[in-house]
């Protein structure tokens, strides 16, 4: 069984600047409000996917990333409460055992761009087990900032999938990604290496 | 030559490389499920709820596969908000298949009224669907309607009337 009681309160912007160090060609999807802004502010890469709205779909559209792309690496970011909505997600990427898939969960207990109001993490709900339990064995607690870097160093084409839980502090993303879905799409599309949205780029 | 309207759909999809069939079941979709279960060419993924089932084909088209969208009409009900916040503004060409209950025999009074619900949705949010009611036209309409949704970057809605299906099965025969 998971125990996230004692883990370290490890900070979401500092732990994706340290996944982005780490990144050459992978995917990044990242789910609605904070998990995109500190994406962002991580610095732009053409592989990352920021979303608007669709709370709880980053893992799914990831998982399409991923089944299209076997070779290449496919991250989602995804807080607590987005992942609480969409928990059946965890199922179907169990079944299909996308080895180039990793979840990162960012798990402050609270719904923190709506108000902070508290997450079922914050009471009873282990995210870790959660993920264990709709059979993604490969899941687990980061335990502090060395640990994380040592579970991402392991690189993220194969063995997958994978699920990272952090707990969080509440610190807000500090910078927002442009609103501009086209545009978004358009170069994740070419960071991903697809012909006919580069093609006006030469 | 295919036969059976479900032959000729999964035809149609095949001539335009849309390989990921991603899908939360259903009656009348069943002759369809068993198709691509049976067909190496298709990669069939049961999701657990049809916004999840949105946001992998919308994923699996970013990185270079096309696919569908397979639900019934309580299904599509739960995609107003994946449809209006990341299938149309990211102009995103998913292919959506939903098999129409709620009219022609329906049994379940709930399915009638979420059933009266898709299409003003859709015409709401000007997404394009077409209601499939004659297998001598399916293939041309499905085909063509696939094409413009790629050449347009927007998604299309086939409606499965009972009139091409025979409707479920489980109502008054």
């Known amino acids: 069984m998971a125990m996230s009681g004692n883990l370290k309160v490890l900070n979401r912007a500092d732990l ?10 992978e995917a990044v999807v990242a789910g609605i ?3 995109n802004f500190d994406l962002y502010r991580a610095g732009h890469r053409a592989q990352n996917f920021y979303m608007l709205g669709s709370m709880g779909l980053a893992c799914p ?9 076997p070779e290449r690496g496919v991250i989602a970011l995804e807080g607590d409460g987005s992942l609480l909505m969409s928990l059946g997600c ?27 109001q508290p997450t079922a993490t914050s009471y009873l709900t282990d995210i870790v087990a ?3 339990g709709a059979g993604i064995p490969n899941s687990e607690w980061v335990r502090d900032e060395a640990h994380f870097e040592g579970l991402i160093a392991r690189g993220f084409a194969q063995g997958g999938p994978t699920l990272l839980a952090a707990k969080i502090d509440d610190k807000p993303g500090e910078i927002q990604p442009p609103r501009d879905p086209a545009l978004v799409r358009n170069r994740f599309m070419k960071g991903l290496g697809n012909e006919k949205a580069a093609v006006l780029d030469g | 030559m ?14 335009n490389d849309v390989r990921l069939i991603s899908y939360v079941p259903d009656n009348v979709l069943t ?22 089932a949105l946001g992998m084909v919308a994923g699996a088209f970013m990185g270079g596969m096309r696919g569908i969208v397979m639900m019934q009409t309580s299904g599509f009900a739960l995609i107003a908000n994946a449809l209006a916040s990341l299938i149309v503004p990211y102009q995103i060409p998913a292919i959506m298949v ?42 041309f309409v499905v085909d063509r309607s696939i094409k413009q949704a790629m050449l347009t970057q927007s998604p299309v809605v086939f409606i499965l009337s009972p009139l091409l299906t025979g409707g479920n099965p489980a109502g008054p025969q």
Request: aromatic fraction near 6%; avoid cysteine; hydrophobic fraction near 45%.
């Open chain 1, 16 to 25: 994706t600047k340290r996944l982005v160090g780490k990144l050459g060609q």
């Open chain 1, 33 to 35: 409000g904070n998990a």
């Open chain 1, 61 to 69: 559209i990831a998982l399409g990333v991923a089944l299209a792309q």
């Open chain 1, 90 to 116: 965890l199922a179907t990427i169990a079944t299909m055992k996308p080895r180039n898939l990793t979840l990162i969960v960012w798990d402050n207990g609270i719904y923190q761009i709506t108000g902070r």
């Open chain 1, 130 to 132: 959660v993920a264990r």
């Open chain 2, 2 to 15: 295919p036969v059976t309207w479900s032959e000729t759909f999964l035809a149609a999809l095949k001539d």
């Open chain 2, 31 to 52: 002759p369809l499920i068993k198709g691509v279960t049976a067909d190496n060419y298709f990669m069939p993924v049961n999701a657990t709820r049809e916004d999840e």
């Open chain 2, 98 to 139: 939903v098999s129409e209950r709620g009219t022609i025999g329906e049994f379940n009074i709930g399915q009638v009224l979420v059933a009266r619900t898709m299409r003003p949705v859709l015409d709401s949010i000007a997404v394009a669907h077409h209601t499939l009611t004659d297998p001598d036209t399916l293939h």
